[in-house]
Nanobody
Framework: QVQLVESGGGLVQAGGSLRLACAAS????????MGWYRQAPGTRRELVAT???????NYADSVKGRFTISRDNAKNTVYLQMNSLKPGDTAVYYC????????????WGQGTQVTVSS
C-alpha cells in the first residue's frame, strides 16, 4: 500500500503565497504522474496541475502563471508553489498520484485546506 501525506495548507491574505507538499510512502513502488486537485464547497473537484515522471507539466488556465508544480523523484514528493493567491483559490487541495504496484493504481491524499482572505 501507498500513502500520500499533504502539508503546507493554511490561511493567507490575497496576493500572498503558500507552498504545498505531498510525500508518498510505502514500499516497492514507482510513481508515474503526480498532481494537485482542489474542491471548493458546493463544487466538483477540479484539476489544478499535474507533472509526469519526466517533468512534463500541465496547468489549469485559472492558475497558469501563478502556480508552479514540481517534484523530487528521489523523495517521492510533489510540490505546489502558489503565488498571487486569490480568494477564488480557497478550497481543499488534494494530492493525486498514479502508482505502479504491479498495475497502475490511483491514490489520493487526505486533503489540505487553503483559505485566501480578501
Amino acid at each position: 500500500q501507498v500513502q500520500l501525506v499533504e502539508s503546507g495548507g493554511g490561511l493567507v491574505q490575497a496576493g500572498g503565497s503558500l507552498r504545498l507538499a505531498c510525500a508518498a510512502s510505502g514500499s516497492s513502488f514507482s510513481i508515474n504522474t503526480m498532481g494537485w486537485y482542489r474542491q471548493a464547497p458546493g463544487t466538483r473537484r477540479e484539476l489544478v496541475a499535474t507533472i509526469s515522471s519526466g517533468g512534463t507539466t500541465n496547468y489549469a488556465d485559472s492558475v497558469k502563471g501563478r502556480f508552479t508544480i514540481s517534484r523530487d523523484n528521489a523523495k517521492n514528493t510533489v510540490y505546489l508553489q502558489m503565488n498571487s493567491l486569490k480568494p477564488g483559490d480557497t478550497a481543499v487541495y488534494y494530492c493525486n498520484a498514479y502508482v505502479v504496484l504491479g498495475v497502475v493504481q490511483q491514490y489520493w491524499g487526505q486533503g489540505t485546506q487553503v483559505t485566501v482572505s480578501s
